[in-house]
């Protein structure tokens, strides 16, 4: 990806070394590098970085000042197949100073940052290069969210099937929940099977993780969509929020997990039977 060439290496012996242009423009002490890798969802070790599946990655990043306050964003981008999925094989993130100087993730997109000369409430739009929709994200004075297809993009279609997203989905806002997505409702479990455990079940309201370590229930607002567009027949639940908790992916029948940090008992149960080097678990029959 142009643009985004400053890397995070690790030093043999395991302490971070910034070899990237971009942390010695901003003057940035190693501390504070590990802490914006950290918020973006990036552990560290055995002298590695490890991306959200717990994979070793060298994730890139780029500081623009997205909001003209003359203090520069963070977007970050990690290349893992295995960890994303093939089509696009990148996630990337948004990340803002908080008041106390610590960096918060307030957009995570599957794909590729590609600004876009246009704003919305004195914010930059982007938008997500890969695919064939291209969302344009658009700031809404909390967070950025997808809205519809972007220039270049291919021209809109009306999804088909019945676990595609309705049109509707093409813009959701911060106080949308989960009910824009009805397709991915459902209960899921390994085999299809919902006698058995670990479960999980996709509601108007909550997410609900039914595992042998114990069970948990996320709630609006505390799950967040990441949705990619009308043309995306898939939809990405972060349980906890932006770059934290536990990352649930369901695309038609089929549901995998991807790890984070902070996890709690059940999602940790779950990750271990669901990950994206697992099988996936199923809908369940009727």
Not at 226 to 253: C, F, H, K, M, R
Request: charged share 15%.
């Amino acid at each position: 990806m142009k643009g985004l060439r400053a890397a995070v290496a690790l030093a043999a012996a395991g302490a971070l070394a910034l070899s990237g242009a971009a942390f010695a423009q901003q003057g940035m002490s190693q501390a504070e590098a590990m802490q914006l890798l950290t918020a973006a969802g990036m552990s560290f070790r055995d002298g590695k970085v490890l991306n959200p599946c717990q994979r070793a990655t060298s994730p890139q990043v780029k500081f623009i000042d997205l909001n003209g306050d003359g203090r520069p964003e963070a977007v970050t981008l990690d290349h893992d197949p295995a960890c994303y999925g093939p089509d696009p094989g990148y996630q990337s993130k948004v990340l803002v100073r908080d008041a106390a100087g610590h960096w918060q993730v307030i957009t995570v997109m599957l794909g590729i940052f590609q600004p876009l000369g246009t704003k919305s409430r004195g914010w930059s739009d982007f938008a997500n290069s890969s695919g064939t929709c291209h969302p344009v994200y658009r700031y809404n004075g909390r967070m950025y969210v997808p809205t519809g297809c972007g220039i270049g993009s291919a021209p809109w279609q009306a999804p088909h099937g019945p676990d595609r997203p309705t049109p509707e989905a093409a813009a959701p806002g911060p106080d949308d929940g989960l009910r824009l997505f009805p397709a991915t409702y459902g209960r899921f479990a390994p085999l299809g099977d919902c006698a058995r455990l670990p479960r999980v079940t996709i509601g108007a309201e909550a997410i609900q993780l039914e595992t042998a370590a114990g069970s948990a229930s996320f709630t609006h607002p505390n799950v967040l969509p990441n949705y990619n567009g009308p043309q995306d027949n898939s939809i990405t639940y972060q349980l906890q929020g932006p770059g934290a908790g536990l990352t649930v992916s369901i695309e038609g029948p089929k549901l995998w997990t991807s790890g984070g940090d902070p996890l709690g008992a059940a999602e940790r149960a779950l990750e271990a039977v669901a990950n994206l080097n697992r099988p996936p678990l199923q809908r369940c029959r009727p």
